[in-house]
T-cell receptor, first 112, second 114 residues
Framework: AQSVTQLDSQVPVFEEAPVELRCNYSSSVSVYLFWYVQYPNQGLQLLLKYLSGSTLVKGINGFEAEFNKSQTSFHLRKPSVHISDTAEYFCAVSDGNNDMRFGAGTRLTVKP | KAGVTQTPRYLIKTRGQQVTLSCSPISGHRSVSWYQQTPGQGLQFLFEYFSETQRNKGNFPGRFSGRQFSNSRSEMNVSTLELGDSALYLC?????????????FGPGTRLTVL
């Protein structure tokens, strides 16, 4: 069985500062990894995903993530955040066989 | 292309009642998944339907059920509602496989059980 751990439940950061949201996973098979964002009163939206190939994945809104197999991590980064990035971010792991798990979420708050 | 739509957006029920929620996926998407989101338990997978068949099921009691129609629209039903069923219920559609394809989420149905 797989599992995913988002190491920070809340991350406060000032506008224009860099941010990293941490995600670690546990799986005995090859994995596919996702980051989703949920803005207030909305459903989730895909930011980026890793299926194979380059371990550095670029997504929408200037976000990127790096797949690190040895550290079993898939941390999400953005070099300069905006107020509009305030949202809940979810990391998810899949084994490609319909077993998909979401992390508990990280609430990113960007302050002016 | 229209997004995933869910109806109703808000619902208030009392304990013991039953409820049916509806989800219309993106056109051409055949996989529809349902999730329950609560502050305490986070995002929990309920079930996935593909071509009118339940393909995957999460760890929820039998009071939670669903179905998918030939046009890929899906409904979920919760019978004998309990206070703990109060949650945001999210529907997501994907082209074929939620495990590898991008899932597109609807805005959710907020269910309150009194």
């Amino acid at each position: 069985a797989q599992s995913v751990t988002q190491l920070d439940s809340q991350v406060p950061v000032f506008e224009e500062a860099p941010v990293e949201l941490r995600c670690n996973y546990s799986s005995s098979v090859s994995v596919y990894l996702f980051w989703y964002v949920q803005y207030p009163n909305q459903g989730l939206q895909l930011l980026l995903k890793y299926l194979s190939g380059s371990t550095l994945v670029k997504g929408i809104n200037g976000f990127e993530a790096e797949f690190n197999k040895s550290q079993t991590s898939f941390h999400l980064r953005k070099p300069s955040v905006h107020i509009s990035d305030t949202a809940e971010y979810f990391c998810a792991v899949s084994d490609g066989n319909n077993d998909m798990r979401f992390g508990a979420g990280t609430r990113l708050t960007v302050k002016p | 292309k229209a997004g995933v739509t869910q109806t109703p957006r808000y619902l208030i029920k009392t304990r013991g009642q039953q409820v049916t929620l509806s989800c219309s996926p993106i056109s051409g998407h055949r996989s529809v998944s349902w999730y329950q989101q609560t502050p305490g338990q986070g995002l929990q997978f309920l079930f996935e339907y593909f071509s009118e068949t339940q393909r995957n099921k999460g760890n929820f009691p039998g009071r939670f059920s669903g179905r998918q129609f030939s046009n890929s629209r899906s409904e979920m039903n919760v019978s004998t509602l309990e206070l703990g069923d109060s949650a945001l219920y999210l529907c997501a559609s994907s082209f074929q496989d939620r495990a590898t394809d991008t899932q597109y989420f609807g805005p959710g149905t907020r269910l309150t059980v009194l």
